[in-house]
């Protein structure tokens, strides 16, 4: 499972404050707006960034309403173009819920590959879950 829909506007408002002000510079987190009425619809960026590995972790989150509509395919592909070429990453890890059938489709269209299994990773309302251990590398990346 992954974390749980926010639900109140503190909520959000913690969060947002997060990525405003970060304490290592270690993530960064981009908001989705639609281009067409500049609605906000997810967001999608980097967490555990590891400058001396050139190593980190996607991270991505799109409103329901928004589902298979591609445009989370267009902001990962931006976002991962970044990472590579601004960030100067080598390789991109990413962590799925391994019932996240959508997400585990679009990361393997991205190009990424599953590497493992997370067993018991990610632990909700005293319940564990596993992920999926997906990376892509820089040499793989065709943008």
Same mark, same amino acid.
């Given at each position: 499972?992954?974390?749980?829909?926010?639900?109140?506007?503190?909520?959000?408002?913690?969060?947002?404050?997060?990525y405003l002000e970060p304490e290592?510079?270690?993530?960064?987190?981009?908001?989705?707006?639609r281009k067409s009425d500049h609605r906000s619809i997810g967001t999608c960026g980097f967490h555990k960034w590891d400058k001396r590995y050139f190593r980190a972790e996607i991270g991505y989150d799109v409103s329901p309403s928004f589902w298979g509509q591609g445009y989370m395919m267009e902001a990962l592909r931006a976002v991962i173009a970044s990472g590579f070429e601004h960030m100067r990453l080598n390789r991109i890890e990413a962590l799925v819920y391994i019932e996240n059938d959508r997400s585990i489709q679009l990361l393997r269209r991205?190009? $990424?590959?599953?590497? !493992?299994?997370?067993? +018991?990773? $990610?632990?909700?309302? !005293?319940?564990?879950? +596993?992920?999926?251990?997906?990376?892509?590398?820089?040499?793989?990346?065709?943008s």
């Open positions: 499972m992954d974390e749980p829909p926010v639900t109140e506007y503190a909520q959000a408002q913690e969060i947002i404050q997060f290592e510079g270690t993530h960064n987190r981009w908001l989705m707006v991205l190009g $990424f590959k599953q590497e !493992g299994v997370l067993r +018991d990773y $990610f632990c909700l309302d !005293g319940k564990f879950y +596993d992920h999926y251990l997906f990376a892509l590398l820089q040499r793989e990346w065709k």
